[in-house]
């Protein structure tokens, strides 16, 4: 499985970016995919998650009503569209595969590699 995340860069404060992450190597329909992410010196912290097959969805209270996920499937890309950006959302951001959209928080099963997001305030 490969994961590919893209979009990244420097916004100032109450802008917006657009992540992308671009899923290979096997079928995602029983799985969801979701995005983590990481700041310099603080542990790696769950952001979204959706259901593949549906397009359910689940979020971090942190990014809830400014950050919307989303797929297609038949690109089998990921997005998350992030909104009214704060410094503290400033980190690296993971794409990562799981179980379920809920099993995401403690179980990933694999992870991208990471795009740098900075929000200047």
């Known amino acids: 499985v490969q994961l590919q995340a893209s979009g990244g860069g420097l916004v100032q404060a109450g802008g917006s970016l657009r992540l992308s992450c671009a899923a290979s190597?096997?079928?995602?329909?029983?799985?969801?995919l979701g995005w983590f992410r990481q700041a310099p010196g603080k542990e790696r912290e769950f952001v979204a998650a959706?259901?593949?097959?549906?397009?359910?969805?689940y979020y971090a209270n942190s990014v809830k009503g400014r950050f919307t996920i989303s797929r297609d499937n038949a690109k089998n890309t990921l997005y998350l569209q992030m909104n009214n950006l704060k410094p503290e959302d400033s980190a690296v951001y993971y794409c990562?595969?799981?179980?379920?959209?809920?099993?995401?928080?403690?179980?990933?099963?694999?992870w991208g590699q990471g795009t740098q997001v900075t929000v200047s305030s």
């Open positions: 990562a595969v799981a179980p379920t959209k809920v099993a995401m928080t403690t179980v990933t099963l694999y």
């Open positions: 959706i259901s593949w097959s549906d397009g359910s969805t």
């Open positions: 190597g096997r079928t995602f329909s029983s799985y969801a």
